[in-house]
């Protein structure tokens, strides 16, 4: 028990360094209530700035490998959803081993090994499930118009920008 528990702990150190550059992923929906999913860049006065999905990059060029951000004036913007990159996977591994855990005990606690080993694999889905649903969930941002709103949503949005850059490294889309 102790040998798999401190397995556990050093692979979640492992993943922690991994993952240490953090990366939103944005939903905006506009007001015509049309749909712009990618990588929340970069936040201005005006705007903010999406890197799409579907980026591709051109490794035999790499000086055309400027991201080709879409930038979308808040004018336009109804809301806007932020989750951490990754976060539905480190949710579904989180569930995982805690199921494990958790049907481990319930194992350990049954007179009948077959009984266990029914719970315990009754309980590793349920747990999974949990964990991929929990990491899914989002951040939920309103646009208000109005110029104390704004301005708060700015400060708000500042610190889940991936890219702090300049407007001469931005090729806006």
């Known amino acids: ?5 401190l397995t556990i702990l050093i692979f979640f150190s492992c993943l922690s ?5 953090k990366q939103y992923r944005a939903k905006v929906v506009m007001l015509d209530d049309k749909v712009v999913k990618g990588l929340f860049y970069h936040v ?17 060029n790499p000086e055309n490998n ?5 930038f979308i004036d808040y004018r336009s913007i109804k809301q806007v959803y932020i989750r951490r990159r990754g976060s539905v996977g480190i949710g579904i591994i989180v569930g995982l081993g805690a199921s494990i855990l958790i049907g481990k005990v319930v194992a350990d ?8 080993a029914a719970m315990g ?19 939920k941002f309103e646009v208000k118009k109005d ?8 400060i708000k949005l500042k610190k889940y ?10 090729n806006i889309k």
């Not at 606690?109 to 266990?116: A, P, R, V």
């Not at 110029?147 to 700015?154: A, F």
Request: aromatic letters at 8%; proline letters at 4%; glycine letters at 10%.
């Open 147 to 154: 110029s104390e709103s704004m301005q708060s949503l700015k």
């Open 121 to 139: 694999l009754l309980i590793i889905p349920l747990g999974t499930s949990t964990g991929g649903i929990i990491g899914s969930s989002s951040k």
């Open 66 to 70: 400027k991201p080709q951000v879409r």
């Open 17 to 21: 360094f991994v993952l240490a550059q």
């Open 44 to 60: 201005d006065e005006k705007g903010i700035y999406i890197l799409p999905n579907n980026v591709r990059w051109d490794f035999k």
């Open 161 to 170: 920008e991936w890219y702090h850059a300049d407007k001469d490294t931005l």
């Open 1 to 5: 028990m102790k040998a798999s528990l």
């Open 109 to 116: 606690g049954q007179k009948n090994s077959l009984t266990g």
